[in-house]
């Protein structure tokens, strides 16, 4: 069964930086694109960007502030928020996707965290 636990959330002011992190557990980590997601009180869940093994993608509201890493040794993903504005605020979620290309379809992902809250204050 493969479990992935998000952490790293907490409150910052605009401007900011945090480190999300998402330990995944019960598969074999680096055969996996990860994505990750977020949702704000009352919108749908929007994809921010995927890392497979030949790279990353973003969507563009958060290209340049954003970014997304992995080691595989860890069996851990990361995303890096920089220059944090209001409109990020939201519940932030990593997600497994067992094919290797990446897709910005939430169906399209296999495996999902819990979730982790990100607020930023202005």
């Known amino acids: 069964q493969v479990q992935l636990v998000e952490s790293g959330g907490g409150l910052v002011q605009a401007g900011g930086s945090l480190r999300l992190s998402c330990a995944a557990s019960g598969c074999t980590f680096s055969n996996y694109v990860m994505g990750w997601f977020r949702q704000a009180p009352e919108k749908e869940r929007e994809f921010i960007g995927y890392?497979?093994?030949?790279?990353?993608y973003y969507v563009d509201s958060v290209k340049g502030r954003f970014t997304i890493s992995r080691d595989n040794a860890k069996n851990t993903v990361y995303l890096q928020m920089n220059s944090l504005k209001p409109a990020d605020t939201a519940v932030y979620y990593c997600?497994?996707?067992?094919?290797?290309?990446?897709?910005?379809?939430?169906?399209?992902?296999?495996?999902w965290g819990q979730g982790t809250q990100v607020t930023v204050s202005s």
């Open positions: 997600a497994a996707r067992s094919l290797n290309y990446g897709s910005t379809r939430r169906n399209d992902y296999d495996y």
């Open positions: 890392i497979t093994r030949l790279g990353t």
